[in-house]
């Protein structure tokens, strides 16, 4: 799979996630949490430009923070959205 496409994955994912995690349905918000770890985990290994980089590593630490946070209330799903296009928005700089 190309950078790109995992991106846009991971784009794609973060918005599943904030949807049912306003919906309540933290099942799937867990389950697609963990599938978006391992797509960063593959992304890590992939080639990425300098420019991309920096978005990487900011949504990555912010990932994290926000995987391991215990409220997960309507801001929370608002700061994964806004992940989500931002990564959107940024994949063609992969």
Same mark, same amino acid.
């Given at each position: 799979? &190309? ?5 846009? #994955?991971? %784009?794609? =994912?973060? /918005?599943?996630? &904030?949807?049912?995690? +306003?919906? /309540?349905?933290? %099942?799937?918000?867990?389950? $697609?949490? =963990?599938? +978006? ?14 420019? $991309?980089? *920096? +978005?990487?590593? &900011? $949504?990555? *630490? #912010? $990932?994290?923070?926000? *995987? #391991? &946070? ?6 929370? %799903? ?5 992940? /989500? #296009? ?9």
């Amino acid at each position: 799979m &190309s950078t790109h496409d995992i991106v846009l #994955n991971i %784009a794609v =994912n973060l /918005g599943r996630i &904030s949807r049912w995690a +306003t919906e /309540g349905k933290q %099942a799937r918000v867990d389950q $697609f949490l =963990n599938e +978006t770890a391992r797509y960063i985990t593959e992304l890590e290994q992939a080639p990425k430009s300098a420019q $991309f980089q *920096k +978005t990487f590593d &900011s $949504f990555k *630490k #912010n $990932f994290y923070l926000l *995987k #391991n &946070s215990s409220v997960r209330d309507e801001a929370w %799903a608002e700061a994964v959205l806004a992940w /989500g #296009n931002i990564l959107t928005h940024r994949a063609k700089l992969t």
